[in-house]
């Protein structure tokens, strides 16, 4: 006991010191995450937020999104240098930087890095987003310096499955291969920053990465701290042990944050659009009619006021703004709670109508269902809510028991991937290749498709915008606000760069970044 018992006040006192160290040390940032621990580090493998916002400190991929953005307009060379296109689209061909350093002494990463990263991303035994990969046939290595792509079909948005994020990250072949299942708690990767060790429980701590090949890190270590409690995160910053911090998506958060010395908050896209997705083909919901009237009933403004105008923008379609292709240019349905009622006389539901959602125990979900409830119950709609936790929502709404979903999401930054997984008839709930089409509509098949692999960009444009009129005619989903990523940080970091949005839903912090 006696021994237990000096073990534990030694590793401790060690964990007080690292921590002391580090606060003595102005170039290392302190990063606070809510989150108990890490969960996989593997970038191939891993979903969640508090493994995603270290990637892109870790790793790159061919080509980037311009730092602190995610527009896909603005994507640039990574790990390659250029890259060419065939005339049918099916073969892209990369032309990679030379001297691209692999961490820890794993080599310099040639064309069978590149070839490995994205046959594994395509790998369903080792990958979490094999589909996103499947319209790949092959990857050919034609030199060390160049990578040949060749896809089963064109794909106009290629370059956005190669991005530094999910399935478009380049691991080092040696080490994953060498690692084996160790790698997901060791990578390796070209990054700025390269791992040093994982403490269970307490953090992930990075090093500068000072042969980076676009130059070493202002910043010589980043210590990635695991606090769950969102009272002893606020706490710790407060407290000056944290310069860098995951914050909340609520107005009293940001306010109160904002008014603390030397602080700025920043939000930032992906923003998850929250939808109100209505079964089509669930009575009363089959009758467009009625459909209409809960839109007329729904008051997008007072929903962003609800949730604080800093931190909620009103939805403006079924694909999130700022995604390629989203177009505002739909037909959506003003707040009339009298159009309401009269759309539901007409539909022969005098005294109202009854229907039933599920929804999640989660503060956020459950709070906005309860203002969308009191809108609806002004016309007469009567929305009946069974409140489960979370993993049974989850589920529950994939067995189609919910004839209204509430679903918030943001995905990357295409109509494509949106209104395929939400409103494409193959990802009908209930099918074998079921996503997240809980309303069951399939009228924008045919625009959805043809969008997919049309090589001019304004015709695809035109087709996502195409589908976007027909599903909001039909009010398979209505919009309801959108909510930024929100962060918190000392005055005297500085990105090196405006953070408008990030895929990993993080700052991508890089060589320029520093505490000043």
Not at 171 to 187: H, N, Q, S
Not at 268 to 275: I, Q, R, T, V, Y
Not at 399 to 417: C, E
């Amino acid at each position: 006991m006696v021994r237990a018992a000096l073990g534990a006040t030694l590793v401790a006192g060690l964990l007080f010191f690292a921590d002391w160290a580090a606060a003595q040390d102005s170039s290392t940032l302190r990063v606070g995450m809510g989150s108990a621990d890490v969960g996989n580090l593997d970038p191939h493998r891993s979903t969640a937020t508090p493994d995603l916002v270290l990637f892109p400190w870790l790793f790159n991929g061919l080509v980037r999104f311009r730092p602190g953005s995610m527009d896909p307009e603005t994507i640039e060379p990574d790990l390659a240098e250029g890259w060419d296109r065939s005339a049918d689209g099916k073969t892209w061909t990369f032309t990679l930087r030379r001297g691209v350093a692999c961490h820890h002494g794993y080599g310099e990463l040639t064309s069978a890095d590149i070839a490995y990263s994205l046959m594994r991303a395509a790998d369903p035994a080792r990958s979490s987003f094999a589909s996103d990969y499947a319209v790949v046939q092959a990857v050919e290595t034609p030199d060390p310096y160049a990578v040949r792509v060749v896809l089963r079909n064109p794909v106009p948005s290629l370059l956005g499955m190669m991005v530094n994020n999910r399935g478009g990250t380049i691991v080092c072949r040696r080490a994953a291969e060498e690692l084996g299942e160790a790698f997901r708690r060791k990578p390796v990767g070209t990054g700025p920053f390269q791992f040093e060790q994982h403490a269970s429980h307490q953090n992930v701590t990075l090093v500068a990465n000072q042969a980076y090949f676009r130059g070493g890190p202002a910043l010589s270590r980043i210590v990635y701290r695991f606090i769950p409690s969102d009272a002893a995160r606020d706490l710790a910053y407060t407290a000056g042990e944290i310069d860098l911090t995951y914050g909340r998506s609520e107005q009293t958060w940001v306010d109160r944050m904002a008014r603390l010395p030397d602080t700025v908050v920043d939000v930032h896209d992906p923003a998850e659009l929250g939808l109100l997705i209505l079964n089509v083909t669930r009575a009363p919901l089959d009758d467009i009619r009625v459909r209409q009237a809960i839109a007329a009933a729904v008051n997008r403004s007072e929903l962003v006021r609800f949730r604080g105008a800093a931190i909620a923008r009103a939805g403006q379609s079924v694909v999130p703004m700022g995604y390629l292709g989203m177009t505002a240019d739909v037909p959506l349905i003003a707040n009339d709670p009298t159009l309401a009622r009269t759309l539901l006389r007409e539909a022969g539901h005098p005294n109202g109508i009854n229907t039933k959602s599920i929804v999640t125990n989660l503060s956020n979900g459950l709070t906005l269902m309860q203002a969308v409830q009191g809108q609806l119950a002004r016309s007469g709609i009567t929305l009946e809510m069974e409140v489960v936790e979370h993993a049974a929502y989850h589920a529950r709404i994939r067995q189609n028991l919910s004839p209204v979903v509430y679903y918030s999401a943001a995905r990357f930054p295409t109509s494509d991937i949106y209104l395929k997984q939400f409103f494409h008839s193959s990802a009908i709930v209930g099918r074998a290749t079921a996503v997240t089409n809980f309303s069951h509509c399939d009228l924008a098949d045919a625009e959805i498709d043809a969008a997919a692999i049309e090589p001019d960009e304004a015709r695809q444009k035109a087709l996502w915008a195409e589908a976007q009129r027909k599903l909001v005619a039909h009010v398979c989903a209505i919009p309801l606000i959108e909510v930024p990523r929100v962060w918190a940080r000392r005055a005297s970091l500085d990105y090196g760069f405006k953070l408008e949005g990030s895929l990993s839903n993080g700052p991508p912090l890089d060589e320029r970044s520093r505490l000043r």
